[in-house]
């Protein structure tokens, strides 16, 4: 994946991925564990993408999360997916009743949205959504169905330079 030079490092281990999903409660689908041992919290170069419907708009990824062991003495650990799980909170949830996550953000979008992977309907392998931050509630969140895997996710994404030349 090409990117600017934004990785957020110390990069995650197995060890910590590892500790995130039991605390979760989900399991992270093998290609996105490999983006994060590689890619935390990087501004992608192709960071544009759309909907496959006609009227889905185009998105602009601010910078995918990052997973950080020690967010408090880090300057980016504001881009810490449990520092935004704790931000968001009930917000992400569509019963109080489940255990985990239901939607775990994985990238910030312009204007303040987050791609999530969907474990609501799925648990072993989520779907990728937008969530909304401007419509979601309490128990009550909005969100857009993007694709089936965080894999056709990334290779959906495309950059300006891409438009220009097609």
């Not at 990069?11 to 996105?32: C, G, H, M, T």
């Not at 309907?121 to 009550?140: D, G, K, T």
Request: glycine content about 4%; charged content about 25%.
């Amino acid at each position: 994946m090409e990117y600017k030079n934004t990785i957020i490092t110390p990069l995650p281990d197995e060890q910590l991925l590892n500790e995130e999903e039991k605390i979760w409660r989900v399991s992270l689908p093998a290609s996105a564990k490999e983006f994060f041992k590689q890619y935390s919290g990087l501004i992608p170069k192709k960071n544009i993408f759309s909907g496959k419907l006609p009227q889905d708009q185009e998105r602009i990824i601010e910078r995918f999360l990052c997973i950080l062991h020690d967010t408090q003495n880090h300057t980016l650990g504001m881009y810490d997916i449990d520092v935004i799980l704790t931000q968001l909170d009930e917000r992400l949830l569509y019963s109080e009743d489940i255990l985990g996550v239901e939607l775990l953000p994985v990238a910030a979008l312009f204007g303040g949205d987050f791609v999530c992977l969907d474990y609501s309907q799925r648990r072993e392998n989520p779907s990728v959504c937008i969530w909304h931050h401007e419509s979601s509630y309490e128990l009550n969140p909005s969100t857009t169905f993007i694709t089936d895997t965080f894999e056709d996710f990334l290779g959906m994404l495309y950059s300006e330079d891409d438009i220009a030349n097609s």
